[in-house]
């Protein structure tokens, strides 16, 4: 009766042991994935980043058009 319960303790625990580094394993070979495909992103996307939070218009300089200067009351 012991060595029974020896055999199937030892197959449930060679099974978890196995499906832990399958595991481990998968879950890395995810990271690395996204990683790339994050780091391709990023050097895509690096020029059109707006750092400020401000939007476009914080990157022109404030310059009044000749429409608007005809248009003023004084």
Do not use: C, H
């Not at 939007?55 to 058009?65: E, V, Y």
């Amino acid at each position: 009766m012991s060595t029974g319960f020896f055999i199937v303790g030892g197959v449930i625990f060679s099974i978890y042991i196995y499906f832990l580094i399958w595991n481990i394993k998968y879950g890395t070979q995810k990271q690395k994935e996204e990683a790339e495909r994050q780091d391709i992103l990023r050097r895509y996307q690096s020029t059109t980043m707006d750092y400020d939070g401000m939007g476009d218009f914080s990157r022109f300089p404030k310059t009044k058009s000749k429409s608007m200067k005809k248009n003023r009351m004084f």
